[in-house]
T-cell receptor, first 114, second 110 residues
Framework: KAGVTQTPRYLIKTRGQQVTLSCSPI?????VSWYQQTPGQGLQFLFE???????NKGNFPGRFSGRQFSNSRSEMNVSTLELGDSALYLC?????????????FGPGTRLTVL | GENVEQHPSTLSVQEGDSAVIKCTYS??????FPWYKQELGKRPQLIID?????GEKKDQRIAVTLNKTAKHFSLHITETQPEDSAVYFC?????????FGKGTRLHILP
């Protein structure tokens, strides 16, 4: 079974721009969660999508948004980029809702904001 | 807000010795406690997990203990090997959200 994939793997943007990241979960998995990983803050939960609905949201500003399609693929969008948004963005999938279940992580998208 | 504290942030042990990483959580609704290992440049991978109705779980050289009363759980790695060098993250999950610790960088010294 193919693992979780993310595209693109690397991105360089400038402040004020917007960016869209994509995540394809393991086949059959219906939950996709997004995380921001930085050296200082570790892994921080952004949001979870299950069956095309945002189920949970972490403490991030409204500039961070996402969606999920009927095939469970998910996209994350960050608008009006700030320097502090530079990070590794990881998505993870699980068979059902992520609460209480193992999540399988993708390789991440490394975003650099200049 | 709710949080998970993880200690130490860096740990160096001699090959063959044991390593212990400790986490405390604040949300009493947490019922699932996974540990993830992230090797340099790679994605996090689950190495062991424990649910709130269990006090201890072991898988070969890795064990996790949970003290619900103290809101404390620990990862124990025995007979450490070079391939154990990585960053380890603990997490506490409720049915609706998950909070990760900030990670422990484990160095295995030859």
């Amino acid at each position: 079974k193919a693992g979780v994939t993310q595209t693109p793997r690397y991105l360089i943007k400038t402040r004020g721009q917007q960016v869209t990241l994509s995540c394809s979960p393991i086949s059959g998995h219906r939950s996709v969660s997004w995380y921001q990983q930085t050296p200082g803050q570790g892994l921080q939960f952004l949001f979870e999508y299950f069956s095309e609905t945002q189920r949970n949201k972490g403490n991030f500003p409204g500039r961070f948004s996402g969606r999920q399609f009927s095939n469970s693929r998910s996209e994350m969008n960050v608008s009006t980029l700030e320097l502090g948004d530079s990070a590794l963005y990881l998505c993870a999938s699980s068979l059902w809702e992520m609460g209480g279940r193992e999540q399988f992580f993708g390789p991440g998208t490394r975003l650099t904001v200049l | 807000g709710e949080n998970v504290e993880q200690h130490p942030s860096t740990l160096s042990v001699q090959e063959g010795d044991s390593a212990v990483i400790k986490c405390t959580y604040s949300d009493s609704a947490s019922n699932y406690f996974p540990w993830y290992k992230q090797e340099l440049g790679k994605r996090p991978q689950l190495i062991i997990d424990i649910r709130s109705n269990v006090g201890e779980k072991k898988d070969q050289r890795i064990a996790v203990t949970l003290n619900k009363t103290a809101k404390h759980f620990s990862l124990h790695i025995t007979e450490t090997q070079p391939e154990d060098s990585a960053v380890y993250f603990c997490a506490a999950s409720t049915n609706d959200k998950i909070i990760f610790g900030k990670g422990t960088r484990l160095h295995i010294l030859p």
